[in-house]
C-alpha cells in the first residue's frame, strides 16, 4: 500500500472511527441524538415529586387512585376481618417486590408479595394475625435510591 492510499483510506474511514468512538461516549455518559418525548426519562427529582404527590393525598379517590404505584381491594380501611386474612391489590415495583407490614398488639408481622415490575399487575398474600386487636396494614414499595418507604398504602383494621 502506498502513502497516498494510506492517507486517503485514513480521511476515509477516520470519520467513521471517530464517529464510532463519539457513539460510545454518549451511550456511556447517557446522551442521546434522539430527542423525542419517549427517550426522555424523568430525573430522580422528577420520580421523587411524584412520589411525594401521589404519597400525600391520603385517602386516594377515583382516577387517583387507579394511577397510584400501589392500590389495595381487599381488606377495606376499617374492615373487621378474622385471624386469617387475605390482602389483594395491584401494583408495581422495583424487580416486582412490594413490601408490607402489620402493625398491632405484639411484634409486626412482615412480608413481601409479587407485582409487576414494569406495569401494575395484581397481587395476593394472606396474613396470619397474632390475636384479636386494631392493626395498620401497610402495604408499600422500597426506594432503589436510598431503601425509604415510598408509595405508601396504610389500611386500618379490626382483627377479631
Known amino acids: ?29 447517557g446522551c442521546s441524538s434522539d430527542d423525542s418525548p419517549e427517550s426522555a426519562a424523568p430525573t430522580t427529582s422528577e420520580s421523587s415529586a411524584v412520589t411525594a404527590a401521589t404519597t400525600a393525598a391520603s385517602p386516594m379517590s377515583g382516577a387517583a387512585a387507579t394511577d397510584a404505584a400501589i392500590t389495595l381491594s381487599a381488606p377495606a380501611n376499617g374492615a373487621t376481618v378474622g385471624r386469617s386474612f387475605v390482602v389483594r391489590g395491584s401494583g408495581v415495583a422495583f424487580e416486582g417486590t412490594l413490601l408490607w407490614s402489620l402493625d398491632g398488639p405484639g411484634e409486626p408481622i412482615t412480608g413481601y408479595a409479587s407485582a409487576g415490575s414494569t406495569q401494575k399487575q395484581p397481587f395476593q398474600f394472606t ?22 418507604r415510598t408509595d405508601v398504602v396504610e389500611h386500618t383494621i379490626t382483627v377479631r
Open 1 to 29: 500500500m502506498s502513502r497516498t492510499s494510506g492517507g486517503s483510506f485514513m480521511r476515509r474511514h477516520g470519520i467513521t472511527i471517530i464517529g464510532v468512538g463519539l457513539a460510545l461516549v454518549g451511550l456511556v455518559t
Open 127 to 148: 396474613v396470619e394475625a397474632r390475636e384479636a386487636g386494631t392493626y395498620k396494614l401497610t402495604v408499600y414499595r422500597e426506594s432503589a435510591a436510598d431503601g425509604a
